[in-house]
């Protein structure tokens, strides 16, 4: 058993039986005599391993055929680019929600590449964060597409609701919260997200795409950053970050172990109400700065009333071996990320710590 749980917001902790089955095949995988990392990527031993990580990919979260699945570099912080650059074409138009930090960045690299509208954004009443109802967004119909992030990691907002757009396709940055609870994929146009939180290692992002979506991209743009390079070559174009794949395909088959997505997504809730409770209990001491309805199940992000008190309460916390619960340095206070990696048992052990730290300031 490792000691310490780390609840870092990404890279993030994965199930020590993803940790030791890489370490046990890592000098000879399935008899080859070598590393995975060795494998040529085109040769047959790698393509089981990525086909299979596809596959179970689609088994999880019901992927039809007629939407493209990607394992490609370059980031969630990629797609940023990669999504105006091939939706744009034609239109010349998006439309954006913005709730925090990341949809933030998403909006700063789209307006390179074209007109962007944000129909929505973040809003406080009681000194709590909120997003707007749908109804008083300003959604264009001419949009190429919409796009959101259903959970900032930064901020601790979560939507617990889809954004119904109609014709418009619905692209989601789900890099904090993909596989965490079951959605139906059909809602979505284009979903993507970064590994390094809640499907593997950093190196390897996840895009999927709806057929139709693959289309013509703006001019001038490169060719790796074009859905139908990805389309044609199966994310085989050029040398795909193989170990990163093979990683990601561990941790989801660690998944279907587990009873697949709804099986996780009740761990998953269970471990975001341990804490939000413990807050809610000590409401004159922990205060979470987002309306109950958007608290993220992935980032409970909360303050200490008296931020004093804060430098003392990560030092301790860490002593504890409950590690990098510091918030992100843009927000401050306490971030607990919790993951599909991070076990139940560490999520109890903040919990405890966090009710024995408040009796003893008593
Ligand atoms: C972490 C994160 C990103 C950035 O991902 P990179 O893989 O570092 O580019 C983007 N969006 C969200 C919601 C994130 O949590």
């Given at each position: ?12 902790m ?9 370490q ?5 995988w ?16 790698f393509?089981?391993v990525?086909?299979?990580a596809?596959?179970?990919?689609r ?6 055929m ?21 939706l ?6 998006a439309d ?12 700063t690299?789209?307006?390179?590449y ?5 129909a ?6 009681n ?8 109804e008083?967004?300003?959604?264009n ?7 959101y992030t ?6 601790g907002?979560?939507?617990h609701?889809?954004?119904?757009t ?17 959605i139906?994929i059909?809602?979505y ?17 996840i ?7 693959i ?12 859905y139908k390079?990805?389309?044609e070559?199966?994310?085989f174009?050029?040398?795909p ?15 279907k ?10 761990i ?11 807050i809610d ?5 922990y ?9 993220s ?15 003392r309460?990560l ?5 504890r071996?409950l590690?990098n619960?510091?918030g992100?340095r ?12 991070m076990?139940?048992?560490?999520v ?7 009710q ?7």
């Open positions: 058993m490792r000691k310490v749980y780390n609840f870092n917001a990404g890279p993030a994965l199930p020590e039986e993803v940790l030791k089955q890489a046990a095949e890592m000098l000879d399935h008899g080859t005599g070598m590393s995975i990392m060795e494998l040529g990527h085109r040769g047959h031993e393509k089981e990525a086909e299979q596809e596959a179970d990919l088994e999880l979260m019901a992927i039809p007629h939407y493209h699945v990607f394992f490609l570099a370059g980031g969630a912080s990629t797609q940023f680019a990669m999504v105006p650059l091939n744009l074409n034609g239109k010349g138009t954006y929600i913005e709730t925090g930090v990341w949809s933030k960045k998403a909006v690299e789209a307006q390179r074209g007109n962007i509208n944000i929505a954004k973040t809003a406080h009443r000194h709590l964060a909120y997003v707007p109802p749908q008083e967004w300003s959604l119909k001419e949009a190429a597409y919409v796009h259903p959970n900032e990691t930064i901020d907002i979560e939507f609701w889809v954004p119904r109609g014709d418009v396709p619905l692209v989601a940055d789900m890099t904090s919260n993909i596989l965490s609870r079951p139906d059909n809602d146009g284009i979903v993507y997200a970064g590994a390094q939180k809640n499907v593997g290692q950093a190196g390897i992002t895009v999927i795409v709806r057929e139709d979506l289309q013509e991209p703006l001019p001038r743009t490169p060719t790796l950053y074009a390079t990805h389309a070559h199966h994310s174009y050029n040398t970050p193989t170990y990163s794949w093979y990683i990601t395909g561990l941790m989801l088959a660690w998944l172990r587990q009873g697949g997505v709804e099986a996780i997504y009740k998953n809730r269970r471990k975001a109400d341990t804490l939000y409770n413990v209990t000590h409401k004159d001491f205060i979470c700065r987002v309306e109950p309805s958007y608290r199940m992935q980032n409970v992000m909360f303050y200490l009333h008296d931020e004093k008190l804060t430098p309460f030092e301790e916390a860490a002593k071996n590690l619960l510091a992100h843009v927000s401050g206070g306490v971030r607990a990320s919790i993951y599909n990696g076990p139940e048992e560490g109890n052990l903040l919990a405890d710590f966090m024995d730290f408040v009796k003893r300031q008593g």
